[in-house]
């Protein structure tokens, strides 16, 4: 069946450091979006990418859709202690597009 | 503020006693989903609604039920929790189905089931 991983599945950085997560699709997708968990919280919907090769970035946030729409990557640059949570990518079912599936997630944790 | 409210935050539940979950929402949005999510796991999607039209998923147990009497308004029913349904749950919702309709997550019910 369709699968979304995530790695690495922990990342704990000093403050200040880059954090990278990759997402990697066993099937083609047609966008991808990305969620922020806090420790103890809900998800939090972060940014949708469409188009392949499609870069965006929100301040220090940089996400990138692959050119094969089937990986994508969110890098983090001069980490602080706000960012702690777990990231989640998430595409849409390949069996029912009227759904989505999320990747297995990346938990960073950043030593202040 | 136009937002998703999940009610309890919290739940005890006793192992086989019947306990039900609500979530409603001010977005007006078409689409409820409810998922559940054990520690350090991504959220499963359990089953959604599309207005009245209810679409479970194949692995979701029939233990677990849902209801939604209107736009507003969405339950999760356990009928018989076991000890393995003990997790957080939480109810998000979308304007339309689709994978590129956002999803907007309400705080979650943590169930605990003694």
């Known amino acids: 069946g369709q699968q979304v991983m995530q790695i690495p599945q922990y990342q704990h950085v000093q403050e200040g450091e880059d954090f990278t997560t990759y997402c990697n699709s066993s099937t083609t997708l047609s966008n991808i979006q990305w969620y922020k968990q806090r420790p103890g919280g809900h998800p939090v919907f972060l940014i949708q990418?469409?188009?392949?090769?499609e870069v965006k970035k929100q301040k220090r946030l940089t996400f990138q859709f692959g050119e094969a729409k089937k990986n994508s990557s969110l890098h983090i640059t001069a980490t602080q202690t706000t960012d702690v949570g777990t990231y989640f990518c998430a595409g849409p079912r390949y069996s029912s597009a009227s759904k989505i599936i999320f990747g297995s997630g990346t938990r960073l944790s950043i030593r202040p | 503020d136009a937002m998703v409210i999940q009610n309890p935050r919290y739940q005890v539940t006793q192992f086989g006693k019947p306990v039900t979950l609500s979530c409603s929402q001010t977005?007006?949005?078409?689409?409820m989903y409810w998922y559940q999510q054990k520690s350090s796991q991504a959220p499963k999607l359990l089953f959604h609604y599309y207005d009245k039209d209810f679409n479970n998923e194949a692995d979701t147990p029939d233990n677990f039920q849902s209801r939604r009497p209107n736009t507003s308004f969405c339950f999760l029913d356990i009928r018989s929790p076991g000890l393995g349904d003990a997790a957080m749950y939480l109810c998000?919702?979308?304007?339309?189905?689709?994978?590129?309709?956002?999803?907007?997550f309400g705080p979650g019910t943590r169930l605990l089931v003694l």
């Open positions: 990418l469409v188009k392949s090769g």
């Open positions: 998000a919702t979308s304007r339309d189905p689709g994978g590129r309709e956002t999803q907007y």
């Open positions: 977005l007006n949005h078409n689409v």
